[in-house]
């Protein structure tokens, strides 16, 4: 069993909305970015337990600036005093120990995490252009699932609801404020069924 405790991807209300945003934590980077085994990521805590302490502080704080600044009223100071603290946490981080802290591998890292929201209608997609849902028959990421991920015009984002039937996946879409359905072509990748926009 792994070490740390299950974190579900899904969506942290603030200010009445959901942000589509997956929680990660230290030994998620230790792995990602070393290839650290559960056990490796065990030994690495009691061996080091301030120096894993500080670096799931760093991403802590990093997390807590992007959703900060998604509120209404915080995006200045507490986000910007959070953010200058971070920053200072890196460098302190990167002189102490061998192994600096990546920040632009953390963040390509987080940005390619498929975000699982409970319901779709629940997502703020204020930011897209042109949103459209994408229902898939058990694609290989999630290979026992119905799965509407949505596109913002032809790009994909990574923020996907998972479901077990197509039924769902329409109700999903409808709740959502999708009201068109547009019948696969015969260039879409196959896991593919449809798309509602």
């Not at 070393?34 to 301030?50: A, L, P, Q, R």
């Not at 963040?107 to 897209?128: A, F, I, M, Q, T």
């Not at 959502?176 to 696969?184: K, L, P």
């Amino acid at each position: 069993m792994s070490i740390r405790p299950y974190i579900d991807n899904k969506m942290l209300k603030i200010d009445g909305r959901m942000i589509p945003y997956p929680l990660t934590t230290a030994a998620d980077y230790l792995e990602a970015k070393h290839g650290m085994s559960d056990k490796e990521i065990e030994d690495f805590i009691d061996n080091h337990y301030e120096q894993y302490s500080m670096l799931n502080a760093i991403i802590a704080m990093k997390q807590s600036c992007f959703l900060l600044r998604h509120t209404e009223y915080s995006c200045g100071s507490l986000s910007n005093s959070l953010y200058t603290h971070k920053n200072e946490m890196i460098v302190k981080y990167n002189e102490t120990y061998d192994k600096p802290f990546d920040e632009d591998f953390y963040e390509n890292y987080r940005k390619n995490l498929s975000k699982v929201v409970e319901h779709l209608k629940d997502v703020d997609l204020s930011d897209l252009k042109r949103p459209i849902a994408v229902i898939y028959d058990k694609p290989l990421d999630f290979p026992d699932k119905f799965v509407i991920r949505i596109f913002d015009m032809e790009n994909p984002t990574n923020i996907v609801a998972l479901t077990d039937s197509m039924r769902e996946c329409h109700m999903e879409c409808i709740d959502a404020g999708f009201r068109t359905r547009i019948a696969r072509s015969k260039d879409d990748d196959w896991p593919i069924v449809e798309s509602w926009i």
